[in-house]
């Protein structure tokens, strides 16, 4: 326990030490952080205010960018404000909210894209059931389920995490409390613990990804017999910037926390940790909204239609 208490902050990657690629670096998280929280906030908003948009898909969608916009908020921001001020401190509670913050909404966010996948498979596969089984009852309980096992885990995670021994060194390889970097700071093989909760998770999100492409495959055989070339295309226009975007996000988290911590690199472990926790909440509003006619509808509804409404009222007026 002295071991412990002798780490009071930690001192997270510092991107250079040069004053201009500092603030480089500042205005580059500062231009993704703005793209996602503009991006997440415009989705939802337009699904909360418009009742055309009160479907399940778009209930969900609202929940993930509120996770998406969640996840970037925790992580981003602290490091750029590093930056402007010149410094790399986070201290020891800091830390630990960051970790717990930060997991709770990924898994959450892996839970969710999962439920997506399962809102998918009704709609196209058995339509005729669909408002019988995404009741509003239902998927108020789906996406309850999402946050409570992200909950969940993250306490789990971040109690292992924390309740190990470390040592004098402090130094976080990564521009976040990311916790295998923080496994490498331990002085003790009671890590094995926290080895076996990501174990847990890494089957957790393999059932997830497996339950996913079972659907997809379901999906897929159901969209080719569809007679129509513009109902496939429309299907298939719904489904795979899902698919990608569930793909993506595993496949790089998997490889963050997964790899042996004793063969990374510190530029290869930046690099998937901007593609794993920066630019999925960046990429899906664009991938579900940009492609989304009636998001786009509601959008020029919500912003054009209302600024020519008060553009009108104001020329009536004497």
């Known amino acids: 326990m002295s071991n412990r208490t002798t780490v009071t902050e930690f001192l997270l990657l510092g991107f250079s030490d040069i004053w201009e690629l500092q603030i480089l670096h500042f205005v580059l998280f500062l231009v993704v952080y703005l793209a996602a929280l503009v991006g997440n906030l415009l989705i939802i908003m337009v699904v909360a205010l418009d009742h055309h948009l009160h479907t399940p898909m778009y209930f969900f969608l609202m929940n993930l960018s509120i996770l998406d916009l969640g996840s970037i908020s925790v992580t981003v921001p602290k490091s750029m404000a590093n930056s402007l001020s010149n410094t790399r401190l986070i201290s020891y509670s800091g830390c630990i909210v960051q970790v717990f913050l930060f997991m709770f909404l990924l898994s959450s966010d892996l839970a969710l894209l999962t439920i997506m996948a399962y809102d998918r498979y009704i709609a196209i596969c058995q339509p005729l059931h669909y408002e019988r089984v995404m009741n509003r009852r239902a998927c108020v309980q789906m996406a309850a389920s999402a946050w409570m096992s992200g909950l ?165 007026l004497p």
């Open 152 to 316: 969940l885990y993250s306490t789990l995670h971040t109690g292992n995490t924390f309740a190990l021994n470390f040592c004098g060194d402090n130094v976080v390889d990564q521009f976040f409390c990311e916790i295998p970097q923080l496994l490498k700071l331990i002085c003790s093989d009671s890590y094995l613990n926290e080895f076996g909760v990501i174990a847990f998770g890494a089957r957790v999100a393999l059932g997830c990804f497996v339950f996913v492409i079972a659907s997809y495959v379901q999906i897929f055989k159901t969209v080719l017999r569809i007679p129509s070339e513009q109902g496939r295309h429309k299907a298939f226009s719904t489904c795979l910037p899902h698919l990608i975007v569930i793909s993506m996000f595993l496949s790089f988290s998997s490889f963050a926390y997964l790899k042996p911590t004793s063969s990374s690199k510190t530029g290869l472990d930046i690099l998937v940790a901007v593609l794993y926790s920066m630019v999925p909440p960046v990429m899906n509003p664009i991938i579900y909204s940009m492609r989304n006619k009636k998001i786009k509808d509601a959008i020029r509804k919500l912003t054009g239609w209302r600024l020519f409404t008060n553009n009108k009222s104001t020329i009536c």
